[in-house]
């Protein structure tokens, strides 16, 4: 018998069930945001190890690193402080960051710890950064990385899990963690964006050896997406989830599909 620890790069997992990105393009509505349930990621992490070994047969401990801006207490008269900031900055600043909020809630909510979440607070610099896209987020790949060898080092029995797209984390993992291969899994978005954030030392998913092959999270979109009655499009194959169930005789069909047709 033997658990499954879960790591979870949560500015990666936020980023890529945004709008627009590689989750959210396997939907009905690409323009709007994944709800993601991490119950449900739980258990299809699990299920994906217990293909290889069924005496898996639980969750160990499940953390989430990212870090969340702390707003000040004066935000909202900043462009009375820095002319450099327009109101409307501000306003989409805080609803950056309250949608940040949500999801680190929602991840504690169904049992991750917030231990690594970090919560630096907003400075002037940052902002700028921020609105110019130039904002680099340092801690969380390292605290995953320190993370998850921790925990296979107290649990080399154990199965341990990191979900990230950064391919850098791995020959950290490798380097303190030699005996990897045989407990340690990835959980990414797709083999070719699973690339190292600095060309010179872009690690390829290939060149590491798991015994359990990487999870592609654009594969399980609709066992994580949140809702009780969740299909995949008899047409386009686009996931959606509806509050009420279609009846079992009927052909699911998404929002998009359905304008098409009548
Ligand atoms: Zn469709």
Redesign the pocket.
């Known amino acids: 018998m033997s658990r499954l620890h879960i790591f979870i790069d949560g500015s990666w997992l936020f980023k890529v069930a945004s709008p627009q990105k590689v989750l959210s393009s396997k939907t009905?509505h690409p323009t709007q945001a994944v709800a993601i349930d991490f119950k449900k990621l739980d258990a299809a992490l699990l299920k994906h190890v217990q293909a290889h070994n069924p005496e898996c047969v639980d969750i160990g401990a499940k953390f989430l690193s990212t870090s969340v801006f702390g707003l000040p207490a004066d935000f909202d008269v900043w462009p009375a402080r820095y002319p450099r900031f327009l109101h409307d900055n501000i306003e989409q600043t805080k609803r950056a960051v309250y949608a940040r909020e949500k999801f680190v809630e929602t991840a504690v909510n169904a049992g991750y710890s917030d231990a690594a979440v970090y919560r630096p607070p907003l400075k002037d610099w940052m902002l700028d950064k921020l609105m110019s896209n130039q904002f680099q987020e340092k801690q969380v790949d390292a605290t995953v990385v320190a993370l998850l060898v921790r925990s296979a080092i107290i649990h080399p029995d154990d199965y341990h899990c990191v979900l990230t797209g950064d391919a850098d984390v791995l020959p950290a993992i490798r380097v303190a963690y030699p005996e990897y291969s045989k407990n340690v899994l990835v959980a990414a978005t797709h083999p070719d964006e699973l690339q190292g954030k600095h060309r010179a030392t872009a690690f390829s998913l290939n060149a590491f050896r798991f015994r359990i092959p990487p999870l592609y999270l654009q594969d399980h979109v609709a066992s994580i997406i949140r809702g009780n009655h969740v299909y995949e499009?008899a047409?386009?194959h686009?996931v959606f989830a509806r509050p009420k169930p279609i009846p079992v005789k009927a052909r699911p069909?998404?929002a998009?599909?359905n304008l098409l047709r009548s």
């Open positions: 009905e499009c047409h386009c686009k069909c998404c998009p599909c």
